[in-house]
C-alpha cells in the first residue's frame, strides 16, 4: 500500500502530490501502524514535503524513514520523485514501483524528465500515476505497459480523409443499400 507519491522541484515546490486514503485498509490494525490519513490538512501535507525535501536534497541514499514512514526517492534534472509507504511495505516492491512510474513518464516526455516538461505534459503524468497506482494499490510495475496505455496515438495513426475516394459507383451503393434497408423496415411494419 502507498500512502502518496509526490514530485517536487529543487526549490521544495510541490509540481505534482497524490496522498491515497484507501478505504481497503484494515481498521483493527495494530497500534504500530501508521494513522488511516496522517496528512489530512494541506497544511501537514507541506510540512511532511519540506521534510523530506530538506531531509533528502543531501542524501545519497535511494530510501530512509521520515516520521514513521518509508520515504523511496529518485532526483532527475531539476526536481525529485517521492513514493511514501508504512514501514512495514515491502521496499523492494515500493522501489520497483517508483522506477516504473519514473521510467514510464521519463518514456512519456521523450528522455528529457525535467519540471518544463513535466508541466508542459502533466496530464500524461498523471495518467500514467493512475495508471500505476489506484487508491494506494500498486497495479504495475512495467514501465513500457504504463507508457503504452497512456501514450497519445501517433498523428498518422488518425484516418486521413482525403485518402478517402468518393465517386458516383460508391455514393450510387450507398443510396442503394439505404433504399433497401428503409424498404426492409417498411415491410416489417
Sequence with gaps: MVTAIILIDNDSNRLLAKYYHPSHQDPKAAPSSPPK?????????????????????????DILVVDNLCVLYKHSLDLSFFLVAPLAENELMLHATLSAFYDAV????????????????L??????????????????????AIASRVSRPKPDAAVNLSDIQLNEQSIMQAFTTVRDKIGQRILQG
Aim: net charge negative.
Design 123 to 144: 496530464d500524461l503524468v498523471v495518467l500514467a500515476l493512475d495508471e500505476t497506482i489506484d487508491n494506494g494499490i500498486v497495479l504495475e510495475t512495467d514501465p513500457v
Design 106 to 121: 521519463a518514456m512519456l516526455l521523450r528522455h528529457q524528465v525535467e519540471k518544463r516538461s513535466i508541466l508542459e505534459n
Design 37 to 61: 490519513n496522517p496528512f489530512p490538512t494541506l497544511k501537514d501535507q507541506r510540512a511532511f514535503e519540506a521534510s523530506i525535501w530538506e531531509k533528502t536534497r543531501r542524501q545519497q541514499t
